[in-house]
């Protein structure tokens, strides 16, 4: 039997402005990646979701990023190494604070959005994140592309390979920048046919056409795209049909 975690961006409000409807994606996905309060969220947006996370029994990731909040973490940003690993051990240290005092922890890491997609390329940015998180826990698994960078530098840490039915694909294997038309998958029918495909037969169509291989052991599912909840449902009840264990790649503090 083939086994999935399902993974989405959270806690990605910040003060009175509301992105997406966590609770809601919180009844159906096995992970959350929760923002740091540097692309977005805040002490008490990450509060909310991780008590909520921690209700339902999901697993809680740190979705650390770029210092960004105006760009939603979604532009590059040159910086020394130390000072990028000091930015990192920053976000997972405070996300794993609130988690703990909800009664959780921090059980994975998954970068976002801009630094996410260097470290996919980059080794020594990929070396300062694994630094920082071989430097607070090196037993916590890092969340990244396949054929990432972070695979080359990751040393002892556990690097978990992840797969995404509405982001389009290249036939190398790596994402279609957003900036492009067609980056996303919108079409419902479309999207859950690709994630049952990935996750059954580990193949993704890429945008020339070709099957691209794509061994990974979870799928992200898009909380701030319009019906994202009935999207994520529909994701979930299909891996289900089709006889696939639903269930976290980490294990819930």
């Not at 105006?70 to 997972?92: C, K």
């Not at 604070?97 to 990929?126: C, F, M, T, W």
């Not at 916590?140 to 840490?157: F, K």
């Not at 319009?226 to 891996?239: M, T």
Request: a negative charge; hydrophobic letters at 45%; aromatic letters at 4%.
């Amino acid at each position: 039997m083939a086994v999935m975690d399902i993974n989405a961006d959270l806690g990605e409000g910040f003060g009175v402005w509301t992105l997406g409807d966590d609770l809601a994606l919180l009844e159906i996905v096995t992970s959350a990646n929760v923002a740091c309060g540097f692309h977005a969220g805040d002490p008490l947006v990450m509060r909310r979701v991780c008590r909520a996370a921690v209700t339902r029994g999901v697993a809680i990731g740190a979705q650390v990023s770029y210092r960004d909040l105006a760009g939603f973490g979604r532009r590059e940003i040159e910086m020394a190494p130390d000072e990028l690993t000091a930015e990192v051990l920053y976000q997972l240290a405070a996300l794993d604070g609130i988690a703990r005092a909800a009664g959780g922890r921090v059980s994975y890491v998954k970068p976002h959005g801009a630094l996410y997609n260097r470290i996919a390329r980059d080794r020594e940015q990929a070396g300062a994140v694994v630094e920082a998180i071989r430097d607070y826990d090196p037993s916590l698994p890092i969340l990244t592309l396949p054929g990432s960078a972070v695979h080359e530098v990751a040393g002892p840490l556990t690097v978990i390979a992840e797969c995404y039915a509405d982001r389009a694909y290249t036939p190398e294997g790596t994402l279609v920048p957003r900036r492009r038309p067609g980056a996303v998958v919108h079409d419902a029918d479309t999207v859950i046919e690709r994630a049952v495909r990935m996750a059954v037969e580990g193949v993704v169509i890429a945008v020339d056409g070709t099957k691209v291989p794509v061994d990974a052991r979870s799928i992200c599912v898009h909380g701030d795209t319009p019906g994202a909840v009935e999207l994520a449902r529909a994701v979930r009840g299909a891996l289900a049909a089709a006889e696939v264990d639903v269930r976290p790649f980490a294990l819930p503090g």
